[in-house]
C-alpha cells in the first residue's frame, strides 16, 4: 500500500488559515486522498478527498501537486473544534482499504 | 438519524474469555470495515466486508473473527487467541463501487482485558 508522510504535530492561532502538508511520493495514478479527522475519544470524521483537481467544500480545501506527490489540506480559519489528529491517507481506485498514519496533531491557540 | 452506533462504549472482559462487539449501520451501505487503534497510534485494518455473507482479512486478523449475516450488522469477535487485545476498535461502512468514498465512522468501543 501507497504511504504518507505527515508532521508529527502543528500549532494554529485561531481565526487563522491552516496549511496541514502530506507527502505520497509513492502514489499510483488511481490513488484516491482522503483526509479525516479524530477528536479524542472518538471515531474519525471524513473532511474531504480528492483525485487529481483541488477540492472545497464547507470543512476545507485541498491543494493536490500537479505531480500529486504531495497534497495540502487548507482550514481557511482555524477554530477552537478543528483541533484534532488530521489523517492523510491514499485510496486505491477500487479497494477502500484505507491504511493510517499516526497522523498530524493540530493544537488551535485561543 | 443514519449512522453507526457500536455498543458498549465501555467494555471489560477477563483474559480467556471471548467478546463479541455490535456493530450496526442504517445507510444502507454494502460496505463494512473493523479497526483498531492503540494509544498515539493510527488506525489498523482488522477485517472488512463488501458484500454480505463475504468478508476478508485486513492486515491484523489474527485473533479475531467476524459474520455478515445482513447488511446491516458487521459484529466482531475478539477471541482468546488475540495476545493484546486492549484497544479502542472502530466500525465504519461505505458505498461500495467504482471510485472512492468517504468512510463513515461509528463511535468505538473501548474494550479493556485484564
Known amino acids: 500500500d501507497a504511504k504518507t508522510t505527515q508532521p508529527n504535530s502543528m500549532e494554529s492561532n485561531e481565526e487563522e488559515p491552516v496549511h496541514l502538508p502530506c507527502n505520497h511520493s509513492t502514489i499510483s495514478g488511481t490513488d484516491y486522498i482522503h483526509w479525516y479527522r479524530q477528536l479524542p475519544s472518538q471515531g474519525p470524521e471524513y473532511v474531504i478527498h480528492?483525485?487529481?483537481s483541488n477540492v472545497n467544500n464547507r470543512m476545507a480545501s485541498l491543494a493536490i501537486a500537479e505531480d500529486r506527490k504531495s497534497s495540502t489540506l487548507i482550514l481557511h480559519r482555524a477554530t477552537l473544534r478543528d483541533a484534532a489528529v488530521y489523517y492523510c491517507i491514499l485510496s486505491p481506485r477500487i479497494s477502500q482499504n484505507f491504511v493510517f498514519g499516526p497522523g498530524t496533531r493540530l493544537s488551535v491557540l485561543p | 438519524d443514519g449512522g453507526i452506533t457500536q455498543s458498549p462504549k465501555y467494555l471489560f472482559r477477563k483474559e480467556g474469555q471471548n467478546v463479541t462487539l455490535s456493530c450496526e449501520q442504517n445507510?444502507?451501505?454494502?460496505?463494512m470495515y473493523w479497526y483498531r487503534q492503540d494509544p498515539g497510534q493510527g488506525l489498523r485494518l482488522i477485517y472488512y466486508s463488501q458484500i454480505v455473507n463475504d468478508f476478508q482479512k485486513g492486515d491484523i486478523a489474527e485473533g479475531y473473527s467476524v459474520s455478515r449475516e445482513k447488511k446491516e450488522s458487521f459484529p466482531l469477535t475478539v477471541t482468546s487467541a488475540q495476545k493484546n487485545p486492549t484497544a479502542f476498535y472502530l466500525c465504519a461502512s461505505s458505498v461500495q463501487g467504482e471510485g472512492s468514498y468517504e468512510q463513515y465512522f461509528g463511535p468505538g468501543t473501548r474494550l479493556t482485558v485484564t
Open positions: 445507510l444502507n451501505h454494502d460496505a
Open positions: 480528492g483525485l487529481t
